[in-house]
């Protein structure tokens, strides 16, 4: 069937494909001095990124370099490269010892000091430093493309579809940008997806998203229960992304169980097993505080599990009594720089300890005033005693004075 929306970006892709194509080899950048001639990169990911080009000046060069750096970073490297007869120069960085992010964006240019002493610099290339290991496929709706290399098209049109709705959630909890693009990588399997973050220089975590560079990276077999793993992870790591966009620089301000707690929140397919170890770890009294998953959630897979089955349900709680408002204020106070525990009183009126109180009773139907409480019992028998002690004493006094006082002085 005709699909009219599909044909337009079919079209938009291939056209832009053509005009990344036709600049890359043909390109030549004439600065006056220089000609660089076919830049191009040949990337063996993990191991290698291999810079060529055909330098061309009508005076003889002294010293020719290639520079380069990631997009996002502030050095530049700088490599002095042996020019051949023919004007060809190579060079061949080690990408297993300086590791770029996966699918980061690398720019390089190229310059050239010739032998009257001008230096000459060439125009920018860009390249994607992709992992090239899987033959991706790939499948574009609005600002998102999603590459997968196992499962056919049917998988790259659900994954495509888990993402859109993923947005559509995210949505209702701030305003999201259509127009910064967003890259999905689906490995199909855990050890694949592991591998290219160990070769990105990444620790490993269930599902990775580099907000910063807008790239998603997920472990999805196709198979039966395909769906409800896109449904969870695909809009988790969405949410990340967005979050970032939203929050720029804030974004790290976040307490680690606010920003887990809405990615989970936008999952489409509630985690039976959250509910689960809520519900072992609460009558087990072995709940995790939420001062304690501010900075970062616990290393061990066990307490991980629990962190984010807890932060679900207490961004949850938070948002189903204060609002989507509520929430926003929550991540301008922390933005703002208020403490974990203090960015609660501040937006919210309460104090984290206390939400955190609330939460357990209301949701999880704990006594924490019963339990409290009980916990107070030894003081308040202290107080008692405290108190209680020196009244006895007073009237003791009194009375010993009041028989004093009966008799004449
Ligand atoms: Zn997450």
Not at 96 to 108: C, D
Not at 210 to 227: E, R, T, W
Not at 287 to 297: G, H, P, Q, R
Not at 308 to 334: E, H, K, P
Request: hydrophobic share 40%; aromatic share 10%.
């Amino acid at each position: 069937m005709f699909n009219p929306r599909k044909f337009i970006l079919q079209t938009i892709m291939v056209t832009l494909l053509a005009v990344t194509m036709s600049m890359k080899p043909e390109q030549v950048n004439g600065q006056g001095g220089i000609e660089v001639e076919n830049p191009n990169v040949v990337i063996n990911f993990g191991q290698t990124i291999t810079f060529q080009a055909r330098i061309k000046t009508p005076i003889p060069t002294r010293q020719v370099s290639l520079l380069f750096r990631g997009i996002n970073e502030d050095v530049t490297r700088v490599e002095t490269l042996q020019v051949a007869e023919d004007g060809s120069v190579s060079f061949t960085y080690d990408a297993s010892l300086n590791i770029f992010p996966p699918f980061s964006w690398i720019v390089f240019w190229f310059q050239a000091t010739r032998n009257d002493n001008i230096t000459y610099t060439s125009a920018p290339t860009q390249f994607q430093y992709k992992d090239d290991r899987f033959p991706w496929r790939y499948n574009t709706q609005a600002n998102i493309t999603v590459n997968w290399y196992a499962g056919d098209d049917a998988f790259g049109a659900a994954a495509v579809d888990a993402a859109g709705a993923g947005m559509l959630a995210m949505n209702e909890i701030l305003l999201i940008s259509l127009s910064d693009p967003i890259e999905v990588y689906i490995y199909s399997n855990i050890s694949d997806q592991q591998n290219t973050l160990l070769l990105g220089g990444e620790e490993w975590s269930g599902g990775h998203a580099n907000p910063k560079l807008g790239v998603a990276l997920v472990a999805i077999a196709p198979g039966p229960s395909q769906s409800i793993e896109m449904e969870t992870k695909i809009p988790h790591e969405l949410a990340h992304i967005m979050l970032y966009r939203s929050l720029g620089d804030k974004y790290a301000r976040q307490p680690t169980w606010l920003i887990e707690g809405i990615a989970s929140m936008v999952e489409l397919y509630p985690n039976p097993d959250y509910a689960r170890a809520l519900d072992i770890a609460s009558r087990n009294n072995s709940l995790l505080a939420f001062d304690d998953l501010c900075a970062s959630f616990p290393a061990d897979a066990g307490s991980a599990f629990l962190a984010y089955a807890q932060s679900q349900s207490f961004v949850t709680y938070i948002r189903n009594s204060f609002g989507t408002s509520g929430l926003g204020r929550l991540t301008n106070s922390y933005s703002d720089g208020f403490s974990c525990e203090l960015g609660a009183t501040n937006a919210l009126g309460a104090p984290l300890s206390q939400l955190d109180a609330r939460w357990r009773e209301s949701v999880l139907g704990q006594n924490v005033t019963g339990v409290a409480m009980r916990n107070l019992a030894p003081f308040v028998l202290l107080m008692v005693l405290v108190l209680v002690v020196p009244i006895w004493g007073a009237i003791n006094m009194l009375s010993q004075r009041r028989k004093d006082g009966s008799q004449p002085k």
